[in-house]
């Protein structure tokens, strides 16, 4: 039997299909007698299967021509899914620990075959909701954001690979189209995808629609997210992309990745982390008012950067010999003139992190797709206020970033507006 | 007869050659009796033949897989010839005015056929040195930069026409890191390949080399250079790069065409003018002192920004309700907004072109390639002294360039410093 084009599967015909693919059918001892398999996609877009069996397990995703949520009146190119293998097997070359092992993929069916992240593992969102801490969250999320963005960069690559894998990114554009709307350009315009929490911020929603200078803001860094070409970003680093459990951090679904800024990466990251702390106050119950728990997410805020930092700047020194092409040794030839160029480097970085997550939390409270975090809710009117304290900041964060020289600044605004 | 191989012409087997092309035989009329070919190549990498017949002319441009003026000991992919073409078609398509027409590209051969830019059409940098001025050159050259730089960007162009011609011109990296050796690192380092005129200069090309500002800059600079997807640039708008006459301006040899700053191309005519003017006392003789002659190329760089800066928010006008992805209108919505993004686009534009000028300026002085400027002055002494001030000029545009505001402010600078 051969797939040899393109169709959707359902819980059955993939059992069909793994029998045709060694690949598959090895992880599972070649026993299919007692396989248990369960559609499970909570996401937007793509249908995962998970695969178990007394000998083994996987998981399945597989991309349609279409957005899931939305139906086939909205197609998307399948062939998101062969940008997802790509990074996936990338970023887990250089960040094994925290990337889940590709076990197969088929371009023809936008399928891709990968570890199953067996429980406890869950998706970080719904645990930040449940009010767990991870205290290895901030080092293991830092460890992946320095290993993956320095490992695809011109610091540590010569530009002729670095180009190659340029041009070939190029070709997932749909999904960049589709961030571009979404982040860069409804939240600041009326559209009829836009949603918000009714009546409560419609002076909110109208206010970011008419403010010149976050306007200003987010066209320069929309042009910067098209046209800067820094690294092989994730492209949807928010905490649903996260599974975690006590020990272990993992992170899935790079179907948006292409050559874009390093800080939509890191800022999507600590822009979600901000999301969550804002919206505790709203999942506050007798015996247990969540204060210990925001100065944990504010800690690992903290962490979070200042880890990304240490281990990027000793990513640099480790490889500042080899083929990057962007600081010569033989030029950056002395530590006074080291230590300047990496400072100006992470400054610049982190700026635009701020740009960016700011723009990426705008984006989840006035603009078409919400968090959880807030949805769940339920009061509308405490939940609007909630997400207005969590978009005065992001508001400001977006106008002022370049006045913020620390992320310990940024925890105080955090703090000052809460 | 037939050329299904590379290889490389000579006057006389480029005749053979003529004449299995009808689209070049037939530019002669079919008559080949009188024809008369000359290989003019001045230039540092390609072979050059003009070819004129009575009736009808054209001008054969072959790229071999070396760089002519070293010779085979240093190898250069002749598909450089494949994106010189794509290039002139395409800026040719914008602004035909300024633009030889493409008659025939053969890839295999890596040879271009282009209108021959007849005499009194002669090389801008030898017009320059010989005092002349060309009253239309700032409104030429400023259409053309004008017209190409915008034409390729997402101020015109949607993300995905964008990142199609983006993918496309990542194959001429080979080209790309000709200049970023060049300009973007050996002046800053010790390299074989760099020279001045030693011993006068010994103590600035060692200060280049020893300046940490300067080095924290050029960096910034040459990341932008790799990363920065901005427009369709030319890559080597230097004076050497244009024809001219009293009414015709025409911009040549695109071969380092690709997706990269704009400030690149402004920057590299402005900074090829400005080192026009600090070359001009050394071209000074009983009667004609060149007073006047420096005002007129005072002028021309005023002019030329001042008129780009017109030309490019014209065009930003025209077309704001267009395929552009970068501003859309139900966002840019309101005049003062409107001028606050394009005061904002073009003031980081001004800057990006001071500091590549700057960047040019600098390796003409310390690096592998000189310019006929200054190289035509014999007393070594006397040529120090202008290549002294005009590498003093670059330092500061390099580092301080945030800090001008307007071109005359620039031309001020140039005044003092002269
Ligand atoms: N490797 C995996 N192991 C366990 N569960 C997974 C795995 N990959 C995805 N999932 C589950 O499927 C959901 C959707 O996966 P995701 O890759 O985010 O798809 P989408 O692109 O549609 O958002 C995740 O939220 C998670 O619950
Ligand atoms: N279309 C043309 N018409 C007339 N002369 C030309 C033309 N193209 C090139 N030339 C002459 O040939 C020289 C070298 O051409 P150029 O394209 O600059 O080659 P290179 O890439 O080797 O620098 C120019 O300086 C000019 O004198
Ligand atoms: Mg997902
Ligand atoms: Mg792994
Ligand atoms: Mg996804
Ligand atoms: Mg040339
Ligand atoms: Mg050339």
């Known amino acids: 039997m051969a797939f040899s084009e ?12 793994i029998k045709t693919v060694p690949s598959l059918s090895d992880k599972l001892g070649n026993k299919f007698d007692d396989i248990k398999i369960k559609e499970v996609g909570d996401g937007n877009l793509n249908f995962v299967y998970i695969v178990v069996a007394s000998s083994g397990s996987f998981v399945i995703k597989q991309a349609l021509p279409y957005v899931r949520c939305i139906g086939e009146s909205w197609p998307m ?3 998101r899914a062969y940008f997802e293998a790509v990074t996936l097997r990338k970023h887990g070359h250089l960040c094994p620990n925290h990337v889940p092992d590709v076990y197969h993929f088929d371009r023809t069916m936008s399928l891709i075959g990968m570890r199953y992240l067996e429980p406890p593992h869950i998706i970080l969102r719904k645990g930040l909701i449940a009010g767990i801490e991870y205290p290895l969250l901030a080092d293991h999320v830092s460890e992946y954001m320095a290993k993956t963005l320095f490992g695809t960069s011109i610091l540590y690559n010569s530009t002729t690979v670095h180009k190659v ?12 189209r589709l961030t571009e709307q979404v982040v860069f350009s409804d939240p600041y315009k009326v559209s009829e995808y836009n949603r918000w929490t009714s009546p409560y911020l419609d002076r909110d929603a109208e206010a970011v629609r008419e403010d010149n200078d976050l306007k200003v803001e987010i066209a320069e860094l929309k042009a910067k997210f098209i046209e800067r070409t820094q690294a092989l970003i994730h492209g949807d680093l928010h905490t649903g992309s996260i599974m975690v459990t006590q020990e272990s951090t993992q992170v899935i679904d790079p179907e948006f990745a292409f050559y874009g800024p390093m ?17 505790q106050d709203g ?7 969540r204060k210990l728990y925001k100065e944990w997410i504010l800690r690992t805020i903290e962490e979070t950067w200042n880890l990304f930092r240490k281990k990027f700047v000793g990513l640099w020194e480790l490889h500042k010999d080899g083929p990057g092409e962007a600081y010569l040794p033989a030029i950056y030839n002395n530590p006074e003139l080291q230590q300047l160029v ?6 610049d970085l982190f700026h635009d992190s701020l740009g960016f997550g700011a723009a990426k939390m705008i984006r989840r409270i006035v603009g078409v797709a919400h968090v959880e975090d807030f949805e769940s809710i339920n009061d509308p009117s405490k939940r609007a ?3 207005r304290r969590a978009l005065e900041l992001a508001k400001l964060l977006l106008k002022k970033r370049r006045s913020f ?14």
């Open 385 to 387: 206020g909630r997400e």
């Open 283 to 289: 999942h506050a119950v007798e015996g247990n008012d």
């Open 342 to 347: 990496q400072n100006k480097y992470l400054t």
């Open 165 to 176: 894998s340029v041009a070939e990114f190029c070709g997932n554009v749909e999904l960049c």
């Open 6 to 17: 393109f169709r959707p599967l359902n819980e059955s015909s993939l059992i069909e299909y």
């Open 263 to 279: 800080g939509f990466d890191i800022g999507a990251f600590l822009g979600n982390l901000i999301l969550a702390f804002f919206s």
């Open 77 to 79: 190119t399948k062939e």
């Open 405 to 418: 020289n620390s992320i310990s600044q940024v925890i105080s605004a955090i703090r000052e507006l809460q």
